[in-house]
């Protein structure tokens, strides 16, 4: 599902027009950055929280040429789902 399919449904689901559901989403989804980047975590009710972590600097090397390269710490956003999610994704497998 792209963005505006996903604006769609969020206002058809609301009642809502296209337009004030898409402000809705922006500021949703700037709530959310602005949290990660302060080192917050974000839960999300039962769909599931997410949270930012630092991945360690490591050494890698250049197949083709066998040089090896440091690449530099970054910093990684994890989703770890909720309880409902995990048991919504669970049956619909389970069904198949």
Do not use: C
């Amino acid at each position: 599902m792209n963005n505006n399919a996903f604006v769609g449904e969020v206002s058809r689901r609301l009642g809502y027009e296209e337009k004030d559901a898409e402000r809705i989403l922006a500021s949703l989804f700037e709530i959310i950055t602005e949290e990660l980047q302060e080192g917050n975590i974000v839960e999300l009710g039962n769909l599931g929280d997410f949270r930012v972590e630092k991945q360690m600097e490591k050494i890698v090397s250049d197949a083709s040429t066998g040089r090896r390269f440091l690449v530099p710490p970054e910093l990684q956003v994890i989703f770890e789902p909720g309880s409902a999610w995990k048991e919504e994704t669970g049956r619909i497998q389970s069904d198949e």
